[in-house]
């Protein structure tokens, strides 16, 4: 009964091309967000949507872009991949609420690897 | 914005032994804390959390301790095991009602038999 998905699991591509990454959540949580990991482990925000509206916009190329279809769903597409992008994307999700903070539930990632 | 610092980023210990993880952090209106383990090839999965109100949490082996005056907070792993051995992340939120976790740079935790 998986909480937090992502496909795909692995993501091969040459430099240059496009590609999406999916996450959907069965938790019924209001805000997503999308983490980059690179080689060190290092994680680091890159956005938060609340609501299907963008709330975190970390410094990110333009060439990232989420996107939102619901509340349950937010998908991440690159354009014109670099090898810099190389790197473990992990979606997560949790209940945000005034004045304090709630868990953040992560999906398995997705390992990309740009040639 | 928070700025989160973790020690030590390896750490091996003989099973049975404890092992500690320590935190910093800069913003004093951060209010929750928590505590990541990651497995090899997969998510990071929360083991415990504190909140600001609280000094100390336990839950069975493990224990987080929170100095918010000396805005610090440590992870306790006592009695260890070799199923233990992960990337542990501490993290913190970037301020009161803040969406943001600020995360530290990760502890590679190495339990030996």
């Known amino acids: 009964d998986t909480a937090v998905s992502q496909t795909p699991k692995y993501l091969v591509t040459q430099m240059g091309n496009d590609k999406s990454i999916k996450c959907e959540q069965n938790?019924?949580?209001?805000?997503m967000y999308w983490y980059k990991q690179d080689s060190k482990k290092f994680l680091k925000i890159m956005f938060s949507?609340?609501?299907?509206?963008?709330?975190i916009n970390e410094t990110v190329p333009n060439r990232f872009s989420p996107k939102s279809p619901d509340k349950a769903h937010l998908n991440l597409h690159i354009n014109s991949l670099e090898l810099g992008d190389s790197a473990v994307y992990f979606c997560?999700?949790?209940?945000?609420?005034?004045?304090?903070?709630?868990?953040?539930?992560f999906g398995p990632g997705t390992r990309l690897l740009v040639l | 914005g928070e700025n989160v610092e973790q020690h030590p980023s390896t750490l091996s210990v003989q099973e049975g032994d404890s092992a500690v993880i320590k935190c910093t952090y800069s913003?004093?209106?951060?209010?929750?804390f928590p505590w990541y383990k990651q497995e090899l090839g997969k998510g990071p999965q929360l083991i415990i959390d504190?909140?600001?109100?609280?000094g100390e949490k336990k839950d069975q082996r493990i224990a987080v301790t929170l100095n918010k005056t000396a805005k610090h907070f440590s992870l306790h792993i006592t009695e260890t095991q070799p199923e233990d051995s992960a990337v542990y992340f501490c993290?913190?939120?970037?301020?009161?009602?803040?969406?943001?976790?600020?995360f530290g740079k990760g502890t590679k935790l190495s339990v030996i038999p």
């Open positions: 938790l019924g949580h209001d805000t």
């Open positions: 949507y609340n609501n299907k509206e963008l709330i």
């Open positions: 993290a913190a939120t970037s301020g009161a009602g803040s969406y943001q976790l600020t």
């Open positions: 504190i909140r600001s109100n609280v």
């Open positions: 913003d004093s209106a951060s209010n929750y």
């Open positions: 997560a999700s949790s209940h945000v609420r005034t004045g304090g903070f709630e868990t953040q539930y």
